[in-house]
């Protein structure tokens, strides 16, 4: 099953998140369940933080791909996108908010799942829940922009 990120035009697909073009990186898929948004991650050993646990940095990572994820998701939906092989709305981060409620055991899937919490025009923010082995570990806000034209210059 694709996620949105398979729909991403070639050259806004190279992110280390969630690129699917990036072989180096976690390429996360994100989908639409019921109302909400979906993303599942396995942890390698090599996530460690400590012994047993994943490493911060990654969790926050996941979050922040699945907000713009999430977020694309979001505005083709409101702009009535159908999406076919390479439309989807891309989205970077504005901002990243991360709540590390538990420490987060290696050893299984991960399920990150978001809620959208405003659309508008170019902005949506998305709230973040991540579970692992059922238990919530982890709770983000993010919000993310439309990719301007002027990108970066
Ligand atoms: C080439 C693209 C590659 C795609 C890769 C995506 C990977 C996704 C994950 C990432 O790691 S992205 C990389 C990290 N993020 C960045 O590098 C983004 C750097 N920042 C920017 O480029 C600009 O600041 C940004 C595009 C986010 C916003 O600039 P704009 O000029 O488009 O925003 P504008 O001022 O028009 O504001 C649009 C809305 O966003 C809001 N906004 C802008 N910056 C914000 C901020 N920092 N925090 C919260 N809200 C923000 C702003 O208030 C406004 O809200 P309202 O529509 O409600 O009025």
Redesign the pocket.
């Known amino acids: 099953m694709k996620g949105i990120q398979d729909y991403y035009p070639d050259?806004?697909a190279h992110?280390y998140?969630?690129?699917r073009l990036n072989e180096h990186g976690h390429q996360i898929k994100t989908f639409w369940e019921g109302e909400g948004t979906l993303t599942r991650f396995v942890p390698k050993e090599y996530h460690t933080a400590i012994p047993g646990f994943v490493y911060g940095g990654l969790l926050a990572s996941l979050i922040?791909?699945h907000g713009?994820g999430s977020a694309a998701l979001a505005l083709a939906k409101a702009q009535g996108i159908e999406l076919s092989e390479t439309n989807a709305p891309?989205?970077?981060?504005?901002?990243l908010q991360v709540k590390y409620l538990k420490p987060t055991p290696i050893g299984g899937e991960i399920v990150i799942k978001g809620k959208i919490k405003e659309v508008?025009?170019?902005?949506v923010i998305v709230e973040a829940e991540l579970f692992a082995n059922g238990v919530l570990c982890v709770v983000g806000e993010v919000?993310s922009?439309?990719?301007?034209d002027n990108?970066?210059l």
């Not at 508008?120 to 902005?123: E, F, H, I, S, T």
């Not at 922009?145 to 301007?148: A, C, E, G, I, S």
């Open positions: 050259h806004f992110c998140g969630c690129g922040d791909c713009t891309r989205c970077v981060t504005a901002s508008g025009a170019r902005k919000v922009v439309l990719v301007p990108f970066g």
